[in-house]
């Protein structure tokens, strides 16, 4: 069993930044070994893929809304992946999830956070 929990939502002016992590644990869960991505769910919307990372770091992809503004990294020796957000725009307020994807190019997941807010807003 895997448990991940996303942290650092909140409120933020438009073209303000915020850095949200996701801390994975499990019992036998090698995080080094999985493939992990930030997806949203946008107020009335369905979720959507946001952002992947590889194994190692080294490969990532994005929405093409967020490209440019969004970087996904990881820190395996820390369990954790973030999502730094800069430039934010009032379209970007959603529930952030993290999970843990089924392949690369995949938006099938095995493993989901609780969420954590993001409200951008003047």
């Known amino acids: 069993q895997v448990q991940l929990a996303e942290s650092g939502g909140g409120l933020v002016q438009p073209g303000g930044s915020l850095r949200l992590s996701c801390a994975a644990s499990?019992?036998?869960?090698?995080?080094?070994?999985?493939?992990m991505g930030w997806f949203r769910r946008p107020p009335g919307k369905e979720r959507e893929f946001v952002a992947a990372?590889?194994?190692?770091?080294?490969?990532?992809r994005y929405r093409d809304s967020v490209k440019g503004r969004f970087t996904i990294s990881r820190d395996n020796a820390k369990n954790t992946v973030y999502l730094q957000m800069n430039s934010l725009k009032s379209e970007d307020t959603a529930v952030y999830y993290c999970?843990?994807?089924?392949?690369?190019?995949?938006?099938?997941?095995?493993?989901w956070g609780q969420g954590t807010q993001v409200t951008v807003s003047s």
């Open positions: 999970g843990v994807l089924k392949g690369f190019y995949s938006e099938d997941v095995d493993y």
């Open positions: 499990g019992r036998t869960f090698s995080f080094s070994s999985y493939l």
């Open positions: 990372i590889s194994w190692n770091g080294g490969s990532t």
